[in-house]
């Protein structure tokens, strides 16, 4: 057979080689799966009730993970800011398509981190005050996210720990020192206390070590302990009760988890919301949307939780109106 034939005859065969191969065998998809970093300054078990809303809200809007989305997953519950630095930097190395973040702490980590990658943030008490965004309804930068009100409703927790506890005339605000998002609420609250007649002593810590030491002095100094809202004082939230208890000192936060683990009463916004409504703003991010056209948001529903069995043991009987008020009574 002549040479010119042999190698159309080859040819020939080459193409109907092709023709039978699988589709993914010759064209590879060019888009990747989206990514997303999530930074949590807590740990998984801690965490559940928040990303199990998250991940159930991406869902319904058709992000799956480990189908349509991946979720990079990565924390840090000894609330050390250089730490937040670290996986933010590597987030921003491995390119994820978007962060999320909870707590003041971990959003200005990130913000300084990147300035292109979208953040969207949830649980941050100030976010003008502290430097996140410049405005609310347009935050024009690569961040965006959720407040929470948490100064807004401080008055409104001692409001109701001195309806619980009528007669109480001392409290000790208990704050993490490495949080600048916590100065506003404290003072908030230092400024609620005056009008209620009652003297202030702030204590703050730094590591789980000290929290011993300030809770004794709470024991000597007050009658009650308003612990601030806080990642790293959340993540050591049951050894807070056990000492609170042991102390014989009524604790009020300001969300559910601490007073589910033994915390007397606690009011704020329902934080598994706001992971819900997180993930709405993801979506419309992986879809196109910027984050300085995405302003930010309020909480709409706010909680109030007594933990009855705490009462019983601290001897303090709960007013019926303020029992008939509470959105889940743990007994």
């Known amino acids: 057979m002549p040479f010119d034939q042999l190698e159309r005859r080859n040819f020939m065969m080459l193409v109907g080689y092709a023709a039978a191969w699988p589709l993914s065998a010759v064209a590879q998809p060019s888009s990747k799966r989206p990514t997303i970093g999530f930074i949590g300054p807590s740990t998984p078990s801690a965490a559940s009730d928040r990303t199990a809303a998250f991940e159930e809200r991406l869902n319904e809007r058709g992000w799956t993970s480990g189908r349509t989305v991946t979720i990079n997953y990565q924390w840090s519950p000894d609330g050390d800011p250089n730490r937040f630095r670290e996986i933010a930097s590597r987030l921003v190395q491995d390119q994820v398509d978007v962060i999320v973040t909870w707590g003041t702490a971990t959003a200005l980590a990130a913000?300084?981190?990147?300035?292109?990658?979208?953040?969207?943030?949830?649980?941050?008490?100030?976010?003008?005050?502290?430097?996140?965004?410049?405005?609310?309804?347009?935050?024009?930068?690569?961040?965006?996210?959720?407040?929470t009100l948490q100064v807004d409703v401080a008055g409104k927790r001692l409001?109701?720990?001195?309806?619980?506890?009528?007669?109480?005339?001392?409290?000790a605000i208990l704050a993490n020192a490495n949080n600048p998002g916590t100065l506003r609420e404290i003072d908030e609250a230092t400024s609620?206390?005056?009008?209620?007649g009652l003297e202030v002593v702030t204590l703050t810590v730094r590591t789980p070590d000290e929290l011993a030491d300030a809770i004794h002095t709470a024991r000597r100094r007050a009658e009650a302990l308003f612990v601030a809202s806080d990642a790293f004082l959340n993540n050591n939230r049951d050894h807070i009760n056990k000492l609170a208890i042991e102390a014989r000192l009524p604790t009020v936060y300001g969300y559910r988890g601490p007073t589910q683990s033994g915390g007397l009463i606690s009011y704020g916004p329902n934080y598994a919301d706001l992971f819900r409504r997180a993930a709405d703003y993801v979506d419309k991010i992986l879809r196109g949307t910027k984050p300085a056209d995405l302003p930010i948001q309020q909480p709409t529903s706010f909680e109030l939780i007594i933990n009855l069995k705490t009462a019983k043991t601290l001897g303090i009987n709960i007013p019926p109106g303020l029992l008939a008020r509470a959105d889940e009574v743990i007994e």
């Open 159 to 171: 409001e109701m720990l001195r309806e619980l506890i009528p007669q109480f005339t001392q409290l």
């Open 111 to 147: 913000k300084a981190t990147t300035s292109t990658i979208p953040i969207v943030f949830t649980i941050v008490s100030d976010p003008v005050g502290s430097g996140l965004v410049t405005s609310l309804a347009r935050p024009d930068s690569n961040v965006t996210g959720f407040s």
């Open 192 to 196: 609620a206390a005056k009008p209620l």
